[in-house]
T-cell receptor
Framework: EDQVTQSPEALRLQEGESSSLNCSYT??????LFWYRQDPGKGPEFLFT???AGEEKEKERLKATLTKKESFLHITAPKPEDSATYLC??????????FGAGTRLTVKP | NAGVTQTPKFQVLKTGQSMTLQCAQD?????MYWYRQDPGMGLRLIYY???????DKGEVPNGYNVSRLNKREFSLRLESAAPSQTSVYFC???????????FGPGTRLTVL
């Protein structure tokens, strides 16, 4: 069965303090690994899709990387507006989408 | 361009009542999805529709039915609501399977 585990559950950073969020997964026939950002009371907002090991994508202060077993979301010099829950999801060969429980990020000024 | 819209935003039901959650997208997407989100459990896929005319079960389909009314609309029906179905429900759409999804604002459902 496809599984996604995200760590840590919660992360508190000072503004400018870089860090990484982890997403470990097991899936049969990876079709894609996705990162989303979710603000309280809202639907998830798409950030990145990664399709194969070694792939990297960047957007402003965020960079996503992928290996055969895990993905990292690196946050460089975060700002308070980066505070949100970050969700990782995988879609396998059976087309089912599995989400992790998320990492709740708080960035203090 | 409204993206993905969901109605209603909030709903309170009594155990045994039925209701339909509506979802529509105006992005000409082929694939549509229904998820539920519970605290500490992340999003779980209920049903999805890869294209107009097809629907498939996801991880947690029991107690739900879906209808892909046309390319734009995908509804979720609870025939006999149970307290365990108290959750936030999200609809999403994408150009196809295996690509990014765009989410609606959610429906917060409470079953008493």
């Amino acid at each position: 069965e496809d599984q996604v585990t995200q760590s840590p559950e919660a992360l508190r950073l000072q503004e400018g303090e870089s860090s990484s969020l982890n997403c470990s997964y097991t899936v049969s026939g990876l079709r894609g690994l996705f990162w989303y950002r979710q603000d309280p009371g809202k639907g998830p907002e798409f950030l990145f899709t990664l399709y194969s090991a070694g792939e990297e994508k960047e957007k402003e202060r965020l960079k996503a990387t992928l290996t055969k077993k895990e993905s990292f979301l690196h946050i460089t010099a975060p700002k308070p507006e980066d505070s949100a829950t970050y969700l990782c999801a995988v879609q396998g060969g059976n087309n089912d989408m599995r989400f992790g429980a998320g990492t709740r990020l708080t960035v203090k000024p | 361009n409204a993206g993905v819209t969901q109605t209603p935003k909030f709903q309170v039901l009594k155990t045994g009542q039925s209701m339909t959650l509506q979802c529509a997208q105006d992005m000409n997407h082929n694939s549509m999805y229904w998820y539920r989100q519970d605290p500490g459990m992340g999003l779980r896929l209920i049903y999805y529709s890869a294209s107009e005319g097809t629907t498939d079960k996801g991880e947690v389909p029991n107690g739900y039915n879906v209808s892909r009314l046309n390319k734009r609309e995908f509804s979720l029906r609870l025939e006999s609501a149970a307290p365990s179905q108290t959750s936030v429900y999200f609809c999403a759409s994408g150009t196809s399977l295996g690509v990014e999804q765009f989410f609606g604002p959610g429906t917060r459902l409470t079953v008493l």
